[in-house]
């Protein structure tokens, strides 16, 4: 099995990903794209092989270091457009650029590889670093910052919450323990704390895997991005758009496929409605949510979680 170089992201649902958002590429003179969660540029570089010279592809992310590798490698090509931003803040980009809708969307969510292989980064704990786990390190407070000063019960919350840790209450009293002893500075004591809390029954498996997935989607706010996200990306498509998420966790996932089935746009009401009274929705789920094949799990295994789900901007007055 061939083991991605350090520094290097292996893209998720590559060809699944672009092939449903190109019935999005109309005719139109100019087709315009957004890769929301840029990374290394993988989905971007298979979306602007479908991109004629006078369209354009706007790349997003909030990481500065995944902003100067995307500078780097798209810089030259004049179709591209590379801000660091949320992509809550889509909307705004968009407004900056003079750009009033667009044709395709596309969020990978997570963090990339690199973020993770590199230990002053804070996000792994199979690299000793400093406890940071920020996407965008100029921004928020550190994952130590927050450990070393939260509740016992909100540290157990976000471990069984987003890490769906079963050890989320010991782990939390450890930590809670621990810090009066000595701050929490780094992954590696981290981790070291952990495993002494969670039984280690699969060797492949490290015990400090939920807790740190728990924490950085905490201090990275990734769910409340997303819930906000969702709307902003739907607004912004033109008719016949197509918005397509990648994500890797069930939170996120519920959250995507319920958003684009439009249980919370529908009008909840006890009272009976008749078909006629229920608003039209505005878009429409594109085909059944997607996961990678056998080959591309056993050539990346972080594929293993990822689910695809695209859908269609059907009117252009509602959201
Ligand atoms: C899974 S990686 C994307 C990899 C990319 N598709 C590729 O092929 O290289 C996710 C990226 O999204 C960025 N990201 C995560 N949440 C974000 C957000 N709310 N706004 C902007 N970027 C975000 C991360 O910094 C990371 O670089």
Known sequence: MKTPAPGSHVTVLLQESVAMLLPALGAGAVRRCVDATGGRGGHSAALLEHLQHQDMLLILDRDPSAVAALQERFGHDERVVVRQARFSEIRAVLQSLDWD???????????SSPQLD??????????????DMRMDPDTGISAAEWLNTAAEKEISQVLKNYGEERFARPIARKIVQERTQTPLQRTGQLAALIATVVPRHDPGFNPATRSFQGIRIFINHELEELEQFLPEAMAALRAGGRLAIISFHSLEDRMVKRFFRADSYRVSSDLPLRA?????????????????????????????SAVLRVAERSDRHAA
């Open 276 to 304: 006629a009274e229920i608003p039209p929705l505005p878009w429409r789920a594109i085909g059944k949510s997607l996961r990678a094949g056998a080959a591309e799990v056993q050539m990346n295994p972080r594929s293993r």
């Open 101 to 111: 809708s667009v044709d395709a969307i596309l969020a990978d969510l997570g963090v």
């Open 118 to 131: 590199e230990a002053e980064r804070g996000f792994s704990f199979l690299r000793d670093g400093p406890l």
